[in-house]
């Protein structure tokens, strides 16, 4: 085997993107504080063509040369909106009928390979603080929580490992529906 080089990958040009069909998945980042994080999170975005970014409270907004360390120009693809409150976007988007999922370990989540979309649906899924989580307050207003599975002695992953994880696993049960 030969690895490809970038120019045999394919891939969409920024305009392409912007105008492409995109994955009825929007993200909500819940007071993050790295910025590592949140451009690992837009890169993660741009793959699997989610709709917006949504960044809350003290999440940080592009341009920063440290989110697009990892982003790579992602923010330049990725449709972003900054909101001070998170309980406010989670209202918005559910009067727009938008199934919103916190990740998170709470009573009765359900476990992500547990987790099936439905068809016709948008759905938004939260990430919280690197140290707290999802505030209690969007966890209580979400419809769903969903929880990754995990078999070792650590309590969590890092927020990007676990977007990375979460948006493939319901963007490829989405192309199945």
């Known amino acids: 085997m030969r690895k490809l080089k970038n120019n045999e990958l394919d891939r969409l040009s920024v305009e392409d993107f912007k105008t492409s069909a995109k994955t009825p998945i929007s993200i909500i980042l819940d007071n993050i504080r790295s910025l590592n994080n949140i451009g690992s999170v837009f890169r993660t975005s741009d793959a699997?063509?989610?709709?917006?970014?949504?960044?809350?409270?003290?999440?940080?907004?592009?341009?920063?040369?440290?989110?697009?360390?990892?982003?790579?120009?992602?923010?330049?693809?990725?449709?972003?909106e900054y909101a001070e409150n998170t309980l406010d976007v989670v209202e918005k988007l559910k009067n727009e009928n938008v199934k919103i999922c916190a990740i998170e370990q709470a009573e009765n989540a359900t476990m992500l390979n547990d987790f099936t979309?439905?068809?016709?649906?948008?759905?938004?899924?939260?990430?919280?603080?690197e140290v707290k989580g999802v505030a209690q307050d969007v966890v209580s207003k979400?419809?769903?929580?969903?929880?990754?599975?995990?078999?070792?002695?650590?309590?969590?992953?890092?927020?990007?490992?676990?977007?990375?994880?979460v948006v493939w696993d319901v963007f490829s049960k989405l192309q199945k529906i």
């Not at 979309?117 to 603080?129: Q, R």
Request: with cysteine.
């Open 48 to 80: 699997f063509l989610v709709e917006k970014i949504y960044l809350c409270g003290i999440t940080a907004t592009p341009p920063h040369k440290d989110i697009h360390k990892t982003a790579l120009g992602s923010t330049d693809t990725v449709a972003w």
């Open 142 to 165: 979400s419809d769903v929580v969903i929880e990754i599975p995990q078999f070792g002695t650590k309590h969590s992953l890092n927020i990007s490992v676990s977007c990375g994880v």
């Open 117 to 129: 979309p439905e068809a016709n649906h948008k759905y938004a899924l939260v990430f919280g603080n």
